[in-house]
């Protein structure tokens, strides 16, 4: 009994170690996920969620391999938009026509190498004096003008401020005037108080003279007092 077990015991170690092992070569052109999703569908024990859960991501790899390729391999055409109007605008042409030119000193364009020591060799003078003479003449008959048209400015302006001197004078002087008869008028209306007072003094007296006339005897009485002129 003893070498049936030892028998036993020998023989599934000879056939473990003869097979080869089951992931060595599947694992070197596949990955290990793979290979695994694969046990998970050739296990019997998986459940059928497994199953279908392996198969859609199975197909979902086919798909997305299937998009990628027919993406690598599509052409795109680009139709040929609506060109609007081609003409060259006008100021365009011209700036195009202006021939290139430089300055006669060229060491004013801040490069090396570009200045010309014979540059004033080749410049000519006259024509530079002539034309700042122009210049002088120029200004000298413009300063001309300008003091011409300045003088007439200063002549007029103080004949305005004489004139605006005699009005404002004139003004305070009517001013003054206008003041005194506003005091005048016044004093006509204090005089006008005044007088309404003697008036109705003179009323009071004359009630009294009357009063005073009725009382005394006939012989005595005097005539009628009257405001009135006669």
Not at 106 to 129: A, C, F, H, T, W
Not at 145 to 172: P, W
């Given at each position: 009994?003893?070498?049936?077990?030892?028998?036993?015991?020998?023989?599934?170690?000879?056939?473990?170690?003869?097979?080869?092992?089951?992931?060595?070569?599947?694992?070197?052109?596949?990955?290990?996920?793979?290979?695994?999703?694969?046990?998970?569908?050739?296990?019997?024990?998986?459940?059928?969620?497994?199953?279908?859960?392996?198969?859609?991501?199975?197909?979902?790899?086919?798909?997305?391999?299937?998009?990628?390729?027919?993406?690598?391999?599509?052409?795109?055409?680009?139709?040929?938009?609506?060109?609007?109007?081609?003409?060259?605008?006008?100021?365009?042409?011209?700036?195009?026509?202006?021939p290139v030119f430089l300055p006669l000193m060229r060491g004013s364009l801040n490069i090396p190498n570009m200045r010309?020591?014979?540059?004033?060799?080749?410049?000519?003078?006259?024509?530079?004096?002539?034309?700042?003479?122009?210049?002088?003449?120029?200004?000298?008959?413009?300063?001309?003008?300008?003091?011409?048209?300045?003088?007439?400015?200063?002549?007029?302006?103080?004949?305005?401020?004489?004139?605006?001197?005699?009005?404002?004078?004139?003004?305070?002087?009517?001013?003054?005037?206008?003041?005194?008869?506003?005091?005048?008028?016044?004093?006509?209306?204090?005089?006008?108080?005044?007088?309404?007072?003697?008036?109705?003094?003179?009323?009071?007296?004359?009630?009294?003279?009357?009063?005073?006339n009725n009382v005394l005897p006939p012989e005595d009485k005097l005539e009628p007092f009257s405001m009135k002129p006669?």
């Amino acid at each position: 009994m003893g070498a049936e077990q030892s028998n036993s015991s020998a023989a599934p170690l000879k056939s473990q170690r003869d097979e080869d092992i089951p992931y060595t070569s599947y694992s070197i052109s596949k990955p290990i996920n793979n290979g695994k999703q694969q046990k998970a569908q050739d296990s019997p024990k998986a459940s059928p969620r497994l199953k279908d859960k392996a198969k859609s991501s199975h197909h979902r790899d086919k798909e997305t391999n299937k998009d990628s390729h027919l993406k690598n391999n599509t052409l795109v055409v680009v139709a040929k938009g609506n060109q609007g109007n081609t003409q060259i605008d006008p100021e365009l042409l011209k700036l195009d026509a202006i021939p290139v030119f430089l300055p006669l000193m060229r060491g004013s364009l801040n490069i090396p190498n570009m200045r010309d020591p014979e540059v004033l060799d080749k410049l000519d003078y006259r024509q530079v004096l002539e034309m700042c003479l122009r210049y002088q003449e120029h200004l000298r008959q413009s300063s001309e003008a300008v003091a011409f048209d300045q003088n007439a400015l200063c002549v007029r302006i103080k004949e305005i401020d004489y004139i605006t001197h005699s009005l404002m004078t004139s003004i305070v002087e009517r001013q003054k005037k206008f003041a005194k008869y506003a005091e005048q008028i016044q004093k006509i209306g204090e005089i006008n108080i005044v007088l309404n007072k003697v008036k109705m003094n003179v009323e009071q007296t004359t009630a009294l003279m009357e009063r005073l006339n009725n009382v005394l005897p006939p012989e005595d009485k005097l005539e009628p007092f009257s405001m009135k002129p006669a």
